[in-house]
């Protein structure tokens, strides 16, 4: 990984503890609820101090009257766009951490099971998706889309969705994921290198044939939402 320079792995005590306590089967759906929320804002806390930065905006006064001028954020046009469905659980925290809520944007998509390969089944990015490059560029999409997704596994559906990000005309893509797979990760960040950060948890060496993550957190759709079997 270090010698991807667009991925950042988290090495905060507080996360990586629960990154361990979010791996263990005993678990049940309201502690992984809470465990991805958590992981999510000190994920979004270090990606986002080095993709906003801080601007003067207008006059304000405290309640004693006295006038300052008031802090905002760029870039000003920021949406999240969570991968169906457990990118859902990321959602919140990210809102959260950032300093205004800003739009959402949902994407679905899912691995073929025979394949692997990604099928996008929905897609609520707002306007046509642009044609051409001249059409991209004079796009209104978001200027920082920021893509969450709990698992990165062959890396597929990731670089899916940044290709769909790009096309429509976001200019740059912000990838917060909680765990992901050495070579999905590596495939995602090289989908589009130069306007692509990719920031994770904590990243698993293996891939077991049927794509899940060794050791990894089990399949966390069905531990977010109780679907396991179905």
């Known amino acids: 990984m270090s010698s991807l320079p667009n991925v950042h792995i988290s090495t905060h005590p507080s996360l990586l503890a629960k990154l ?5 089967t005993t678990a049940d759906s309201n502690q992984v609820k809470a465990l991805v929320n958590d992981i999510s804002l ?6 986002l101090a080095s993709n906003i930065t801080p601007t003067d905006g207008p006059k304000d006064a405290t309640p004693l009257g006295y006038d300052y001028t008031t802090t905002t954020a760029q870039p000003q046009t920021i949406c999240i766009v969570p991968i169906l469905r457990s990118g859902l659980a ?3 925290a990210v ?3 950032l300093p205004a809520l800003v739009p959402v944007h949902h994407l679905g998509m899912y691995r073929e099971p025979s394949t692997l390969v990604p099928v996008e089944y929905y897609n609520n990015l707002p306007h046509h998706i642009p ?4 059409e991209a560029e004079n796009s209104t999409a978001s200027s ?4 969450v997704d709990p698992v990165i596994a062959t890396g597929g559906t990731c670089a899916a969705a940044i290709q769909t990000l790009k096309e429509w005309g976001a200019k740059r893509v912000l990838v917060m994921s909680i765990i992901g797979a050495e070579d999905g990760v590596k495939k995602a960040a090289e989908e589009w290198p130069e306007a692509t950060e990719l920031w ?4 698993d060496s293996e891939l ?9 957190l089990g399949d966390i759709g069905d531990r977010l939402f109780l679907t396991a079997g179905k």
């Open 20 to 24: 361990s306590q979010l791996r263990s």
């Open 42 to 47: 000190i994920l979004a806390c270090e990606a």
């Open 90 to 92: 990321m959602v919140d």
């Open 95 to 97: 809102q959260t951490i």
């Open 131 to 134: 044609r051409s490059s001249a």
């Open 144 to 147: 920082l889309a920021i893509l």
């Open 200 to 203: 994770i948890a904590g990243v």
């Open 208 to 216: 077991t044939s049927g794509g899940m993550l060794k050791p990894g």
